[in-house]
T-cell receptor
Framework: DAGITQSPRYKITETGRQVTLMCHQTWSHSYMFWYRQDLGHGLRLIYYSAAADITDKGEVPDGYVVSRSKTENFPLTLESATRSQTSVYFC??????????????????FGQGTRLTVV | AQSVTQLDSQVPVFEEAPVELRCNYSSSVSVYLFWYVQYPNQGLQLLLKYLSGSTLVKGINGFEAEFNKSQTSFHLRKPSVHISDTAEYFCAGTGFQKLVFGTGTRLLVSP
């Protein structure tokens, strides 16, 4: 099925463990994003990627690592999970730069989210 | 810094009443603006977007928004809400290569 999928949907992990959240999109969108959603903060950008092998930090990148070896995948790794990283994580993709131009669609499409609990 | 401000964290309203959810953006944010809706335990989906042209934008589910450059606002409106409109609504604007979101407004529709 076409779309953007995240796995797992729910994850409980212990403090200090490494955990990877997966994101896969079937549209071949150039841009992909990772957000975390916390009460009172809305969505905050962790990392984004403009293309394969091109990634950049967002607003709250500390404690996270990303990679993008293939256009369709954009995994997010918590190197050593902390309780402050308990959150709902959303992956998104966009056909073109959100800044638009070139006639491309600029809205982002979101996955269903991963609820991560760090105990 | 780029920013999008949603002025109300929660808006309670009765069914069939009109509603307005407010959003202001900083002038440094590109004039590409979006409203997304998030239903419980789901991801975000696009309601409507303003890229250029007419300042009144119509979206899905009977929502519309008006881009006001002089007031740097992009308020979302619906003339008559349904119980099913209960959700979190996010305003977003484009910064350099990325979307900037507001903190969200929870719309609570009661009978």
């Amino acid at each position: 099925d076409a779309g953007i999928t995240q796995s797992p949907r729910y994850k409980i992990t212990e403090t200090g463990r490494q955990v990877t959240l997966m994101c896969h999109q079937t549209w071949s969108h150039s841009y992909m994003f990772w957000y975390r959603q916390d009460l009172g903060h809305g969505l905050r950008l962790i990392y984004y990627s403009a293309a394969a092998d091109i990634t950049d930090k967002g607003e709250v990148p500390d404690g996270y690592v990303v990679s993008r070896s293939k256009t369709e995948n954009f995994p997010l790794t918590l190197e050593s999970a902390t309780r402050s990283q308990t959150s709902v994580y959303f992956c998104a993709s966009s056909e073109s730069s959100p800044r638009g131009g070139g006639g491309g669609r600029t809205e982002a499409f979101f996955g269903q989210g991963t609820r991560l609990t760090v105990v | 810094a780029q920013s999008v401000t949603q002025l109300d964290s929660q808006v309670p309203v009765f069914e069939e009443a009109p509603v307005e959810l407010r959003c202001n953006y900083s002038s440094s944010v590109s004039v590409y603006l979006f409203w997304y809706v998030q239903y419980p335990n789901q991801g975000l989906q696009l309601l409507l977007k303003y890229l250029s042209g007419s300042t009144l934008v119509k979206g899905i589910n009977g929502f519309e928004a008006e881009f006001n450059k002089s007031q740097t606002s992009f308020h979302l409106r619906k003339p008559s809400v349904h119980i099913s409109d209960t959700a979190e609504y996010f305003c977003a604007g484009t910064g350099f290569q990325k979307l900037v979101f507001g903190t969200g407004t929870r719309l609570l529709v009661s009978p």
